[in-house]
């Protein structure tokens, strides 16, 4: 890729940040814009007087992916930020007073589930081998691949996936597929939360949604040590350390389009018309 390529990314969350280091790392002149005068969207954090607090997510889980940003800069994630695992996934509570401690450690949440549930506590760690093996079918296919393209449905893995999708809940609900696994109702309803993960409702969605337990029971749950913000911020350093450049207090108001291809876009700053020039003063910014 030359050095003079540009490219312009449109928000500064978690994911904005990760498309602008990628491309940098490709060797793109990166501008990121943002409306906010702040990065990392909800991955942020509200301050009041000498305190602050995370806004948005509370719980760091996939860490891989993160670090897999760092790897290909050729930078230590630990030169940037630090995080540990936790001994507990969650803590679940219901109106009841019916409280249960998920330790991430399986035999321990076996043994919890039955102190606390008229219940085997395997059926909780079956639940989630279960959540391991639709993640070993079909997880590189939600999490690496485009769904859009056709060529990822036709290769080895995705048609031995298809083989067994009688074993993905395919078929039925997330709701009936863990009702028919769990059997106590408060572990259904437990289960059944982790659809809203992506905004599915469980009585809808099909119960391949089950794959996503897999991630905060089986891999973990983590904590950065400066805080959940201090991961948008790493971030940020990282894509600078690159050459990256932001903008904040920026709205993209129109994604300009030449015969067929985007070719630039068209930005006000701080609501007063003002365009997005190399120092802030033209009405659009090309790429090119």
Same mark, same amino acid.
């Given at each position: 890729m030359k050095s003079n390529s540009?490219? &312009?990314v449109?928000?500064?969350g978690i994911a904005g940040i990760a498309a602008s280091i990628r491309l940098a790392v490709k060797g793109y002149q990166v501008l990121v814009l943002e409306k906010n005068s702040y990065p990392g969207g909800k991955l942020?954090? &509200?301050t009041l007087g000498k305190y602050r607090f995370d806004a948005g997510p509370s719980l760091f889980t996939m860490p891989q992916f993160v670090e897999e940003l760092f790897e290909l800069a050729s930078k230590k994630t630990s030169d940037f930020f630090e995080y540990n695992a936790h001994d507990t996934c969650c803590h679940y509570f219901w109106e009841d007073g019916t409280f249960l401690k998920a330790h991430s450690n399986h035999q321990e949440i076996e043994n919890?589930?039955?102190k606390v549930f008229p219940t085997n506590g395997k059926l909780f760690t079956k639940k989630l081998k279960k959540a391991a093996f639709i993640n070993e079918q079909v997880g590189?296919?939600?999490l690496k691949n485009s769904l859009h393209d056709a060529r990822n449905f036709l290769n080895f893995k995705t048609l031995k996936a298809l083989s067994n999708s009688w074993k993905l809940d395919l078929q039925t609900t997330y709701h009936a597929s863990n009702k028919k696994d769990l059997k106590d109702p408060k572990l259904v309803q437990l289960f059944d939360r982790f659809a809203t993960y992506n905004g599915s409702n469980p009585y809808k969605t099909p119960g391949i949604m089950g794959i996503i337990p897999h991630f905060e029971h089986n891999v973990g749950t983590f904590f950065p040590k400066k805080g959940m913000v201090s991961i948008t911020n790493s971030l940020v350093?990282?894509?600078e350390s690159l050459g990256v450049k932001f903008?904040?207090?920026t709205i993209v108001e129109q994604i300009l389009v030449e015969n067929n291809t985007v070719v630039g876009v068209s930005s006000a700053m701080n609501g007063n018309g003002l365009g997005i020039g190399e120092e802030g003063a033209f009405e659009k910014r090309q790429l090119g």
């Open positions: 540009k490219a &312009i449109i928000g500064s942020s954090e &509200i919890e589930v039955e590189d296919l939600f350093q990282l894509a903008q904040f207090n």
